[in-house]
C-alpha cells in the first residue's frame, strides 16, 4: 500500500517545492537585475588620440601624438558635466592642459544653460570639427589650431540649443565671458613692449565682458546643409587701471558644411567644409625704449575650403572605406609696421618685439596704407587619403605644401583614434 | 586679405557648391516631403534611424549602435545634444534608435 503512495507522495512534494524554487530563482534574477540596474549618475570616458610619422621640409620624425581623454558625468535628466584634458610631448617633458570644463542644465526641449570654460562656439571648426578622429586631415587649417584666429575657449555663461523651423532647422548659441585678455609685456627698458592676446583669461582682468554668440541655419530638410554666423564683441580687453582699458575687440565667422551621403551618381559620398574667420582690434599705442610711441593695429584673417569625397557605395569594402580630401586654407595678418610719433602709422619692417599670437586671437603690428603680409602669412594646400579602419579610426596620408616667402612641403602618416 | 587668396577660396568655393548642387543636394527619398504627395503640407516624422544618419554624419561618421551599451549612449545622446545643438525630440529619437540596434 505504502510502496504504491511513495511516488505519489514525492510528486506531490515535487509539485508544491516548484513555485518554492521558481520564486528562489526569480528572486535571485530579480536581485541580480536591480544590481545592474543603472543609478542616475552615469560616467563615461571618451575622448581621442593619433600618432604618426611625419617629414617636415625634409626633417623626419615620429610623433607620439595627444591623448585627449574627455570625461560626461550625466546626472539624472538634466545634468552634464563634460570635461576634455590634453596630453601631450613638448619640449622635454608632457604638457597637461584642460581644455574645457562646464556644466550644462537642459532648461527645456530647446535650451540649454551651460556656464565654466567651454569651447567658443566662434565657426565650426574649433568646436565640432578639431578632434583627431573628426578633422579629416592630420593638420588644422591655418588659423584654426593652435595659431588662431578668434576666440577658442571661455570661461563665461552660455544658452544654447537647437529648434525645427517648419522643414527646416536651427541652433543657435548666446553666451557672455571674461573675453580675450590683451597683455603688454615690458621686459626691460631696453626692448620695446610685445604685445599678444589670450584667451585664457580665467581671472578676468577688467570689468567688461565679451558678449557672443552663433546662429546655424539649416534650410534643407535632411540637414545636408547648415551655414553659421558667429560674432564676438568685448568693449575692453586691457588690464583694469590701465591706458589699455578700452581697447575693443571685435570677431566674426561665417561657416558652412555641406554633406550628402549615399550619392548614386558619383556612388559615394561629398562633404564640403569652409570657414572664415576675421579679428578686429582697437588701434592702442606702446611707448617704445627712445620715447617715441608705436602704433599696433589688427585685423586679421583665416579661412579654409574642404572637399572630400569617399566612394562608400563602392562594392569594394577596401575602395568603401578610402576617403579623398583636398583642403585649401590661409591666414593673413595686418602688415608690420615701423614705430613712429603718436597718431603715425607707417607700413615698413617689423620692429623687434612684434606682437606674437595666442589664445583667442592674433596680434600683429601694422598700418593699413600697403598690402605688405607679415611674417606670419600664410597659404596651404593639402591633400589625403584616408583609410577608415572603423567607423571612429582611420589610417591617414597626406601632403601639404604651406606658401610664406618659399613653399615649406610636409608628408604625413598619422593613425587616428576615438573611443 | 589678399587678393589673389580671396579669388583662389572664392573660385574653390563655388566649384564645390556647383559640385554638391550637381550631385547632391536632393533630398533622399526615404525622407522627402515630396513622397507625401498632395499631403506634402504635412511635417515628416523622421524616424531615429534617419536622423542619426543626418545629424551625426553631419561632423563625424555616423556610429555603430554596438560601440556602446544603453546606458552610455544615454550620456552621449546628452553630450551631442549640447554639442550640436540638437533638439530634445531628435536626441531622443536617435538614443532610442542605438539602444534598440546594439
Redesign the interface.
Known amino acids: 500500500m505504502m510502496g504504491k503512495k511513495l511516488p505519489l507522495l514525492i510528486f506531490a512534494l515535487l509539485l508544491s517545492a516548484g513555485p518554492l524554487v521558481a520564486q528562489t530563482y526569480n528572486d535571485e534574477t530579480k536581485e541580480e537585475l536591480e544590481s545592474l540596474k543603472?543609478g542616475t549618475t552615469?560616467?563615461?570616458m571618451?575622448g581621442y588620440s593619433h600618432a604618426g610619422f611625419e617629414i617636415i621640409d625634409g626633417n623626419s620624425s615620429f610623433v607620439s601624438g595627444t591623448f585627449a581623454p574627455i570625461f560626461?558625468?550625466?546626472q539624472g535628466d538634466r545634468i552634464?558635466f563634460?570635461s576634455e584634458l590634453e596630453i601631450e610631448f613638448e619640449g622635454d617633458g608632457v604638457q597637461f592642459a584642460l581644455e574645457y570644463a562646464n556644466i550644462?542644465y537642459?532648461l527645456?526641449?530647446?535650451l540649454?544653460f551651460?556656464f565654466g570654460n567651454f569651447l567658443t562656439p566662434f565657426g565650426a571648426f574649433n568646436?565640432?570639427?578639431h578632434p583627431a578622429?573628426?578633422n579629416k586631415l592630420p593638420t588644422a587649417p591655418l588659423g584654426m589650431g593652435h595659431d588662431p584666429v578668434g576666440p577658442t575657449r571661455e570661461f563665461g555663461a552660455e544658452l544654447?540649443?537647437?529648434?525645427?523651423l517648419?522643414?527646416t532647422k536651427i541652433?543657435?548659441?548666446l553666451y557672455v565671458s571674461n573675453g580675450p585678455l590683451l597683455e603688454v609685456h615690458a621686459e626691460d627698458s631696453l626692448e620695446p613692449p610685445t604685445t599678444s592676446i589670450n584667451g585664457l583669461n580665467f581671472d578676468d582682468n577688467n570689468d567688461d565682458k565679451a558678449i557672443g554668440g552663433r546662429i546655424?541655419f539649416l534650410p534643407?530638410?535632411?540637414?545636408?546643409?547648415?551655414i553659421g554666423v558667429s560674432t564676438q564683441y568685448t568693449a575692453g580687453i586691457g588690464d583694469r587701471n590701465t591706458e589699455y582699458n578700452d581697447i575693443a575687440s571685435f570677431g566674426y565667422a561665417v561657416d558652412?558644411?555641406?554633406?550628402?551621403?549615399?550619392?548614386a551618381?558619383?556612388k559615394g559620398?561629398?562633404d564640403?567644409k569652409?570657414q572664415?574667420n576675421r579679428v578686429e582690434v582697437d588701434e592702442f599705442h606702446i611707448e617704445l625704449p627712445d620715447g617715441d610711441e608705436q602704433a599696433i593695429n589688427q585685423e586679421n584673417?583665416a579661412?579654409y575650403?574642404q572637399?572630400a569625397y569617399r566612394p562608400a557605395l563602392s562594392k569594394s569594402n577596401f575602395l568603401s572605406n578610402i576617403e579623398l580630401i583636398g583642403r585649401?586654407s590661409?591666414i593673413?595678418l595686418t602688415e608690420p609696421a615701423e614705430h613712429a610719433d603718436e597718431g603715425d602709422i607707417v607700413p615698413g619692417v617689423a620692429p623687434p618685439g612684434k606682437a606674437k599670437l595666442s589664445g583667442a586671437g592674433l596680434s600683429s603690428l601694422g598700418g593699413e596704407e600697403e598690402?605688405v603680409?607679415a611674417e606670419g602669412?600664410r597659404?596651404q594646400w593639402a591633400f589625403g587619403i584616408n583609410y577608415?579602419i572603423?567607423?571612429?579610426s582611420a589610417l591617414k596620408f597626406s601632403y601639404q605644401v604651406t606658401d610664406n616667402e618659399e613653399s615649406v612641403p610636409g608628408f604625413f602618416i598619422h593613425y587616428a583614434l576615438?573611443f | 586679405?589678399?587678393r589673389t587668396?580671396l579669388f583662389?577660396?572664392t573660385l574653390?568655393?563655388v566649384v564645390?557648391?556647383t559640385?554638391?548642387i550637381a550631385?547632391?543636394?536632393g533630398?533622399?527619398k526615404e525622407?522627402?516631403?515630396d513622397d507625401l504627395g498632395d499631403l506634402g503640407s504635412f511635417?515628416?516624422e523622421k524616424s531615429g534611424a534617419v536622423l542619426w544618419?543626418?545629424?551625426c554624419?553631419?561632423?563625424?561618421?555616423?556610429?555603430?549602435p554596438t560601440?556602446f551599451s544603453d546606458?552610455?549612449w544615454?550620456?552621449?545622446g546628452?553630450?551631442m545634444?549640447?554639442?550640436?545643438?540638437?533638439?530634445?525630440?531628435?536626441t531622443n529619437k536617435i538614443v532610442t534608435f542605438l539602444q534598440q540596434s546594439n
Open positions: 543603472p552615469n560616467f563615461l571618451r560626461l558625468w550625466k552634464l563634460e550644462s537642459i527645456n526641449d530647446y540649454v551651460r568646436e565640432r570639427l578622429w573628426i544654447r540649443g537647437g529648434a525645427p517648419g522643414n541652433n543657435y548659441s546655424g534643407f530638410n535632411n540637414s545636408a546643409l547648415e558652412l558644411s555641406l554633406v550628402k551621403n549615399s550619392i551618381a558619383i559620398n561629398l564640403l569652409a572664415w584673417d579661412y575650403v572637399l585649401y590661409g593673413d598690402e603680409h602669412d597659404t577608415w572603423t567607423w571612429r576615438g | 586679405m589678399k587668396n583662389k577660396l574653390i568655393l564645390a557648391i559640385t554638391f550631385f547632391g543636394c533630398t533622399s525622407t522627402s516631403g511635417k515628416v544618419g543626418e545629424n554624419a553631419r561632423c563625424h561618421n555616423a556610429p555603430d560601440a546606458t552610455q544615454e550620456a552621449i546628452t553630450h545634444r549640447v554639442r550640436a545643438g540638437l533638439t530634445a525630440e531628435e
